[in-house]
DNA sequence: TCAACAGTTTGTCCAAGACAAAATGAATCT
DNA sequence: AGATTCATTTTGTCTTGGACAAACTGTTGA
């Protein structure tokens, strides 16, 4: 059997080392054995498990429900969630879900190219890598994909948006555009995702990836002549630290700096955060370009 | 002053929290003011500090010479350091990190687009992005640019990489090879440059992107039949974690498939790991593929 | 239906100690 | 000189148990 030391499963799991120890005081779970030193080392099939709660806790479930049940519960609960919403049951989303889960990555990739051709670049992101990308997290946690499969729809996908955003000529117009995440935030398709759809509308785009510093951001949108700062979140962030990352960069932002914040990690928020503009579905991206722009003197 | 608690210290320098608070205790640095309730607060001018420090460590200094050092003491290392190498002193490199440095991207683009044209794919990676890149890494330790232009430039660099591979057909051809970094490594440059250089010559290259954990690369490469798996490395990647994550690989891959690990993070090792092939210079990588298509039958 | 309240849950932080892996430097042998 | 062995420091990571505020829950009252 395979015995990962707690640095590794913080790593595998996104799940700190700090909450390992205290769901284990609390909830009796995970419960590693030890090495000769008294150093926790886990089993793979817990770690398994904890890769499954971490994805229900993204889901709304809360950790004193669940961490701690057997196994078969789990499985109830993501074949309970399954079943709710009938998977939008669109069948070109489903062939392509299909050509990640058979790595078929020469198939794929020539049917989201067809795509995109078909579509353009804004409905290609809407319409197809939007839902695509719901359907693959969707599918992970289903057990029908595993970590791999997810990698190389992303990379099929990044590859497709960057080409497609890199071969229209910068556009020079207005607003100006920063784009990024901050730490801790690795996905990125949020970001491409939104950059396919403001490009064709003549923003000017500049996008840092991922995970860069709220000092630099801030920095960088003030020698930049930045309107405005747009950070991206997936589910998996956890929505505690996008909140307080998010009031703090709003600190550090010149007042007359707009912050847009999108993404899956900020839905239900009751409150929105001052000064920061929540957009949550992709499509809202261009009533949020409206209103700013007429907003302009 | 803008204070920082020590789990956002951590997400920017990149040094743990357990690491903070011995350095702390050991050296007398960092020496943060605390909250109401006892816990650290990091003034910003520390926390450039540590970042500095990373950088220094990065580069093979240690702890105990460095930490609890004055500022102008490293400084002056930095200076020191970038006196001993003439810089490369290429001409078109410095041309163009003048242009990161000044966030000229569309200038950057035209200016690297014009490279890859001129130079085709191979030696556009090998001989412009990775001296550049490790150029860019030298400016931003001097401090004559910041992270969001390192990561303005990256952006760019992969943009342009991704949009040539994903113009080459896939090949088909052997051998197959799956690239990936390991988890906590999230520089992608390293592998685009592989995969740049291994296309034109007809390698089936796959590529999961970055962190990708062991057991999913192990049965990645398992079901998709690969010859060799390849992961990369930056300079910023702990050896020792690298070293002891390539043995748990090595293990969970079948033997019959190669294992080839390159980047700055495994330059200066002494003796190599048993079974895995270090390819350091990018260059090195032609060299490897020959020596594989020799063994074979 | 919404707002305010009290109660519970939960992630993160602290302290000081411990230890093994890695780096260093000295000594010894080809 | 160049390589190999050994002892010594250095250094990051892990341990325990306690503590607390922010967020969430569910109830009460308008």
Chains 1, 2 share one sequence.
């Not at 799940?15 to 054995?33: C, H, M, N, S």
């Not at 992303?154 to 000529?169: F, K, P």
């Not at 912050?259 to 991206?285: H, M, Y």
Request: glycine content about 8%; charged content about 20%; some cysteine.
């Amino acid at each position: 059997m395979n015995l990962l030391p707690i640095a590794a499963v913080e790593r595998d799991t996104g799940i700190g080392k700090d909450t390992l120890r205290v769901w284990e005081r609390r909830y009796a779970f995970p419960q590693p054995t030890r090495d000769a030193k008294g150093e926790r080392l886990y089993p793979a099939e817990q770690v398994d498990k904890l890769r499954l709660l971490r994805r229900l806790l993204d889901q709304g479930h809360r950790p004193g429900n669940i961490v701690g049940e057997p196994l078969e519960t789990l499985l109830a609960l993501v074949d309970a969630r399954s079943e709710a919403p009938p998977a939008a049951a669109n069948a070109q989303i489903e062939a392509l879900i299909e050509a990640v889960r058979l790595h078929h990555s020469a198939e794929l990739r020539a049917a989201l190219q067809q795509h995109l051709v078909k579509l353009g670049l804004q409905r290609f992101a809407a319409e197809v890598v939007a839902p695509l990308s719901d359907a693959v997290g969707e599918a992970w946690l289903q057990g029908r994909i595993g970590v791999a499969e997810e990698h190389l729809f992303t990379e099929q996908v990044q590859n497709l948006l960057r080409s497609a955003i890199g071969s229209l000529a910068p556009s020079g117009g207005t607003p100006r555009m920063l784009l990024t995440t901050l730490p801790g935030e690795e996905h990125i398709l949020g970001l491409l995702m939104v950059e396919a759809t403001l490009i064709p509308e003549g923003v000017h785009c500049v996008s840092l990836g991922t995970q860069t510093p709220l000092a630099d951001i801030a920095e960088a949108a003030r020698g930049g002549g930045f309107d405005i700062v747009a950070v991206s979140f997936s589910a998996a962030f956890p929505a505690r630290q996008a909140v307080a990352a998010l009031r703090q960069l709003r600190a550090q932002l010149l007042p007359g700096i707009a912050l847009w914040a999108g993404g899956a990690a900020l839905r239900g928020k009751r409150r929105p955060i001052d000064g920061v503009c929540q957009i949550d579905p992709l499509a809202d991206v261009l009533a949020a370009l409206a209103a700013w722009r007429a907003a302009q003197p």
